[in-house]
T-cell receptor, first 113, second 114 residues
Framework: GAGVSQSPSNKVTEKGKDVELRCDPI?????LYWYRQSLGQGLEFLIY????????KSGLPSDRFSAERTGGSVSTLTIQRTQQEDSAVYLC???????????FGDGTRLSIL | AQSVTQLGSHVSVSEGALVLLRCNYS??????LFWYVQYPNQGLQLLLK??????LVKGINGFEAEFKKSETSFHLTKPSAHMSDAAEYFC????????????FGKGITLSVRP
């Protein structure tokens, strides 16, 4: 497709389980961002990838969160030992380069029981 | 450090009325500024952006915003609201360098009355 694709669209899991969220950016976009949208905190930056540079992980809330981007394309956000406060919508965005407008996917709605 | 303030959480207008959504920013460096719209269960869609060119920026769906450095504002307007404009609107700021991670305001929900 032409846009940013995220999967799954919804994920329900039990507290303590690990989850993986996937983002497929727009073809040719070198920059990729993850954000979290929650009722209490609004929209927050999590992590930024640009080409082969070291990612900016400054927004990750704890060491339970990690992300990788393989081959400069698809990215996976992993949350280990999930907690109820991790419940949120996780949004991925990509852009042609680091200072170009970002295009967002529809997000993954994560619910921790 | 950068921040965005969107006063109020909800604005209601009549169809055909002026839409005005306020945004003030704080930035230690010249910023880029954005307005995004979010419809239910969807991601964010870019309405318009300011990147240090013209201070009056025109976007999609008839929206525009004016960058006023002296007031540190970037308010969003539309002359005549349409029912389809009902959504949540986010103002965001980023640095102008390569890492343009966005800092968002809390968002404003726009309702349009028939």
């Amino acid at each position: 497709g032409a846009g940013v694709s995220q999967s799954p669209s919804n994920k329900v899991t039990e507290k303590g389980k690990d989850v993986e969220l996937r983002c497929d950016p727009i073809s040719g976009h070198t920059a990729l961002y993850w954000y979290r949208q929650s009722l209490g905190q609004g929209l927050e930056f999590l992590i930024y990838f640009q080409g082969n540079s070291a990612p900016d992980k400054s927004g990750l809330p704890s060491d339970r969160f990690s992300a990788e981007r393989t081959g400069g394309s698809v990215s996976t956000l992993t949350i280990q030992r999930t907690q109820q406060e991790d419940s949120a919508v996780y949004l991925c965005a990509s852009s042609f380069s680091g200072n170009q407008p970002q295009h967002f996917g529809d997000g993954t709605r994560l619910s921790i029981l | 450090a950068q921040s965005v303030t969107q006063l109020g959480s909800h604005v209601s207008v009549s169809e055909g009325a002026l839409v005005l959504l306020r945004c003030n920013y704080s930035s230690s460096v010249p910023p880029y500024l954005f307005w995004y719209v979010q419809y239910p269960n969807q991601g964010l869609q870019l309405l318009l952006k300011y990147t240090s060119a013209a201070t009056l920026v025109k976007g999609i769906n008839g929206f525009e915003a004016e960058f006023k450095k002296s007031e540190t504002s970037f308010h969003l307007t539309k002359p005549s609201a349409h029912m389809s404009d009902a959504a949540e609107y986010f103002c965001a700021v980023s640095a102008t360098g390569a890492n343009s991670k966005l800092t968002f305001g809390k968002g404003i929900t726009l309702s349009v009355r028939p």
